[in-house]
């Protein structure tokens, strides 16, 4: 919860409605964007501290800053100080009219995969990596920016609630559903085009691969079936939902499971109906787990 959002201003209905801004960026974001990168290095530093006697954190901010000088500010290599200030780099850029609002979102992305990739060699980076981006999604929160961070890219999915369904569905599945889950947030938090045929296709890819993975059978309605008759109840009406999205996905006139198709005299999906599809087949994961759960 964001407390901001329920301050006396608020409860008292004494501020404007909220303007949500996707097209462009305030200077107000700029500076919370920059704050949250501060933390972010205070953290890095505060865990070099801690880890000096392995590669310390330190020089992976060192690495993030070597990065960002060579592909988002264009600078040679050669002219990169190596035992600089490590925050100067993303600041110069961000408050320096450098690069444009959406090179921003791409560098506050980049540092995010940046610190997700790491993580597999410094497992505590998770939790500070967890913090940056709970910070970012909080301030775009309070200054009704219409983007927030879902796992590690910046989407148009503002709902809490819906940002836990997918994070939840990513976190507590296995490589293969998590994987589907995964790609399915990346078509869609595409810009400027979102590829909405290759984000459906991965999100109920994912319900399938679960289903599998649950029952062993290869299709949706035999996998249901099959949970049905080990004795996991399912609402009729859930299950017919279901049913008709796998049917759905394989139409032969979207071209969503088939080869694409010229857009004349077919259906073209709708980045609305990816955004649908993504959160639906989250939820849906996440029930049949609890469902199953002993």
Known sequence: MNIFKNLFSHRHNLVPEPVITRNGISIEVINAIGTCYDVLCGNLISVYQDFRHSRSQFFLQ?????ELWIHFANRRLSTFE????YH???NELLCGNLISWNQIL???EYVCKWVSVNTVNYNYLEEILNDFEANINNEFERLDYGYRVVNHCLTDITSEVEMEAINEAIANSKDNVSEHFQKAVKHYATRPNPDVRNSIKESISAVEAVCRELTGENTLGQALKRLEDNGVVIHKMLKDQFTKFYVYSNDPNSGIRHALMDD????????DEAYYMLVSCSAFVNYLRRKVAP
């Open 62 to 66: 060192q690495d993030i800053e070597r």
């Open 82 to 85: 190596e035992h600089g200030t």
């Open 106 to 108: 791409d560098m506050v």
């Open 88 to 90: 100067a780099i993303f």
């Open 264 to 271: 004349d005299g077919t259906y073209v999906p709708t980045k």
